[in-house]
């Protein structure tokens, strides 16, 4: 489904993504985990265009989307991205954040809007919030919604950056379980995490990345029991 090549990122002189190479197949999960300032973000960034790349490339589903004549907002449609900080829209509804886009990037009528945005509420576990305000949520809450109103475009891959880091611990697993279903439903999933448990018990393939160098990947039981570099040693030691 993702293709990624000899992708390079640099911000003026810092480079900060030095050739990362992956395939992502349809429907894999995998969890990129690694240092604070390894470029994590920066590479789950460029994936859907958030930043453009200066090195390599990028085939989505067949099509080089790091092509410069690309059409970069049909592809970040099908790439639905969840952030650490949810980025609700604060004065509208619950039921508006998940039916604004549908309706006016998708033009989609109002009537069918809601009626998806029902149907994930209900995934989601928040069918009573529908009318609720942002404000009117817990942290675990938002982020639900934050998931569900990614969903609601119906994209083909989901990306999550620290989705649950910026929660109270009680938190964590009600967004965590979300993210699982959706794991079990078949969604293709790019996650940055340091929920390690999760990690191994919901990826398919973890992927450390390093210094903007994806340092060594595997299946979780390889990466976490039986990790072939010291950096990815060293770094398991300090977070598990
Ligand atoms: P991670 O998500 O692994 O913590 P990031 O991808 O956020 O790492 O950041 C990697 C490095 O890139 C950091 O040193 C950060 O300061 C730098 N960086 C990220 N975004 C920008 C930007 N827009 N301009 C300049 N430097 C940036
Ligand atoms: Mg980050």
Do not use: W
Not at 59 to 71: M, Q, S, W
Not at 167 to 177: I, S
Not at 180 to 185: N, P, Q, T
Request: aromatic share 4%.
């Amino acid at each position: 489904m993702i293709s990624v090549k000899n992708l390079q990122k640099s911000f003026g002189k810092l480079e900060i993504l030095k050739g990362i190479d992956i395939e992502i197949g349809k429907g894999e999960v995998v969890v990129v985990i690694g240092p604070s300032g390894s470029g994590k973000s920066t590479f789950l960034r460029c994936l859907n265009l958030l930043e453009q790349p200066t090195g390599g490339e990028i085939l989505f589903e067949g099509e080089l989307i790091t092509a410069p004549k690309h059409n970069i907002n049909a592809t970040r449609e099908k790439m639905g991205m969840v952030f650490q900080h949810f980025n609700l829209f604060p004065h509208k509804t619950v039921m508006e954040n998940l039916t604004i886009a549908p309706i006016q990037v998708r033009g989609m009528n109002k009537r069918d809007a809601e009626k998806i945005a029902e149907e994930l509420l209900a995934t989601v576990g928040l069918s009573d919030k529908r009318d609720a305000y942002p404000s009117q949520l817990s942290g675990g809450q938002k982020q639900r919604i934050a998931i569900a109103r990614a969903l609601a475009m119906q994209p083909h891959v989901m990306l999550f950056d620290e989705p649950t880091s910026a929660l109270d611990p009680e938190m964590v697993g009600e967004v965590l379980d979300v993210m699982k279903k959706l794991a079990e439903g078949g969604m293709t999933m790019v996650i940055v995490t340091h929920e390690m448990g999760f990690a191994r018990e919901v990826g398919d393939r973890i992927i450390f990345v390093d210094n903007g160098k994806i340092i060594e990947q595997g299946t979780p039981d390889q990466v976490f029991g039986n990790p072939s570099h010291a950096r990815t040693k060293d770094f398991l030691a300090k977070v598990l």
